[in-house]
């Protein structure tokens, strides 16, 4: 039951204890709004005036980790004056915290690793949030990154949690620019310097086009006839675009190509084979015995 006694305890209690809570609890909040605008102030002193893609990722990505370093600082902080305004011993619960943090960092050698790596991996620039990258064996856009893991998502919509320990090689396919290289197989019969022609034009083309001008950053760039396969001619090509535009001006790209061989009828290779009879010392042949079977649709009359 409540006794006047225990009802005054509790008054005296909110009226002190409480409202130092109650202001800590403020005062937290105005920390992680201040900690909010600050980060917004940082991003812009690393953006530096500049507003091209690659400057806003790199100024996002280490205002993040700005925020999140604050956000954590101001929690801890919180939690220690909480204690203290409850008359809870911060130092025993430091020193049991430290040898429990003794032994568990035995147990945590994979977490040290993932800071130590986050840490040069977002000190030397080699990932921004927005950046299409592969990792660990799994590829996708970078939706976040910190110093425990870095999260990613793939074209199929998955979302992968790859730990930074785990990243030793990094392939970042949007910094700065991005390339699409073309390998166009035609029929052997075909004139090379007439496909070649032909996708020159296509990449004029596709520059003039308002929709895609803006990404693509060069004319289409031709390596040459790169190799001979089974049953075609490889030609080699490339086209730089703006960073992560790349697949867009492919798709484009090879979209109008097609409709260009049709219409000028150059043939796309396709599997086929060519017999030719071998012959002995004599220049004799074996005979080749080839069958035609002609076959004619039956007609049903109906009556």
Known sequence: MFTPELLQKGLTWLLTTGLKILLIVAVVMVLTRISRGATRRVEKVFLKGREDEESLKRARTLSGLIRQFLNGLIVIVAVMTVLAALDIQIGPLLATAGVAGLAISFAAQSLIKDVINGFFIILWDQIRVGDVIEVAGRSGVVESLNLKMTVLRSVDGNVHYVPNNLIDVVTNMTKEYSQFVFDVAVNYFEDV???????????????????????????????????????????????????????????????????????????????????????????????????????????????
């Open 193 to 303: 310097d007439e496909v070649i022609k032909t996708l020159k034009e296509v990449d004029e083309e596709l520059r003039t086009d308002r929709q895609f001008s803006e990404s693509i950053l060069s004319p289409l760039e031709i390596l040459g006839l790169d190799r001979f396969e089974n049953s075609a001619s490889v030609i080699r090509a490339r086209t730089t675009t703006k960073p992560s535009k790349q697949w867009e001006i492919g798709r484009e790209f090879n979209r109008r190509l097609k409709k260009a061989f049709d219409r000028k009828g150059i043939t796309i290779s396709f599997p086929h084979l060519i017999l030719f009879p071998g012959q002995d010392k004599q220049g004799q042949s074996a005979p080749l015995r080839i069958k035609l079977v002609e076959e004619k649709a039956s007609q049903k009359i109906e009556n």
